[in-house]
C-alpha cells in the first residue's frame, strides 16, 4: 500500500499551458505540503495545509495554487507554465503540525517545460 | 532563524569502508533535526530523526546520528558502506516556532567504490 502517492509521475508540457499535479495519502494525516527540488536537488517548501486549511504559502508566484478538498488530498494547479516551473515537485505529509512529526514524501512528479 | 549546513556536496567511500556525511545546525533552541535519503529518481526516505531525547540516534539501513550540541552537529554515520548506500542525503532542521516547517541542506551525493 502507498502511503503517498503523486500523479503523473513525468509532466511535459509547453510554456503557457496549465497544468496539475495529485497527490493522496492513506495515513491518516492532518497535514500535507508541496516542495520544489530544482537541478541541483535544493528542496524548499512551497505550500503546506493543515485539516484543509491552508498554513504555509512561502513566496511562491500566484500562478500556483493548492487545493485540498479533503485531509487525505492535497492538488497543486499550475497556471501559465514558464521554463523555471522544470523541477521535481514532491508531496508529503506528516502526522500533526509539529515540529518533532517526521514527513512522508511522494515519489516526486517531474515536470519539464519546452 | 534555523538553517542546516551540509559540509560535502560529494562522499566517495569504498564498500565495507564506514560513511561520514557532516552536517552542523543553527537554532535558538533546542533543534528537531532530521536525515533523509534519496535513492535516484525516487523520493525521500526518513533515515532517522533527533527530538531532544539522546545524543546517538539509531536510524534504518544501520545508520546513526550523533547530536553534538557543543559543535551544534548531527553528523551521519555507518560502520560499512553497501552498494545499495549510493544516494543524495539531505539534514533537515526543522523550524521552532509558529508554523512548523523543514529547512533543507544543500545535500551530500555518497557515492560507493566496488
Known amino acids: 500500500d502507498t502511503a503517498v502517492s503523486q500523479t503523473p509521475k513525468y509532466l511535459v508540457t509547453q510554456m503557457g499551458n496549465d497544468k496539475s499535479i495529485k497527490c493522496e495519502q492513506n495515513l491518516g494525516h492532518d497535514t500535507m505540503y508541496w516542495y520544489k527540488q530544482d537541478s541541483k536537488k535544493f528542496l524548499k517548501i512551497m505550500f503546506s495545509y493543515n485539516n484543509k486549511e491552508l498554513i504555509i504559502n512561502e513566496t511562491v508566484p500566484n500562478r500556483f495554487s493548492p487545493k485540498s478538498p479533503d485531509k487525505a488530498h492535497l492538488n497543486l494547479h499550475i497556471n501559465s507554465l514558464e521554463l523555471g516551473d522544470s523541477a521535481v515537485y514532491f508531496c508529503?505529509?506528516?502526522?500533526?503540525?509539529?515540529?518533532?512529526?517526521?514527513?512522508?514524501f511522494g515519489p516526486g512528479t517531474r515536470l519539464t517545460v519546452t | 532563524a534555523q538553517s542546516v549546513t551540509q559540509l560535502d556536496s560529494h562522499v566517495s567511500v569504498s564498500e565495507g569502508t564506514p560513511v561520514l556525511l557532516r552536517c552542523n545546525y543553527s537554532s535558538s533552541y533546542s533543534p528537531s533535526l532530521f536525515w533523509y535519503v534519496q535513492h535516484p529518481n525516487k523520493g525521500l526516505q526518513l533515515l532517522l530523526k533527533?527530538?531532544?531525547?539522546?545524543?546517538l540516534v539509531k536510524g534504518i539501513n544501520g545508520f546513526e546520528a550523533e547530536f553534538k550540541k557543543s559543535e551544534t552537529s548531527v553528523h551521519l554515520t555507518k560502520p560499512s558502506a553497501h552498494m545499495s548506500d549510493a544516494a543524495e542525503y539531505f539534514c533537515v532542521v526543522s523550524t521552532t516556532s509558529g508554523t512548523y516547517k523543514y529547512i533543507f541542506g544543500t545535500g551530500t551525493r555518497l557515492k560507493v567504490l566496488a
Open positions: 508529503a505529509s506528516s502526522q500533526v503540525q509539529d515540529r518533532g512529526s517526521e514527513q512522508y
Open positions: 533527533y527530538t531532544s531525547a539522546a545524543t
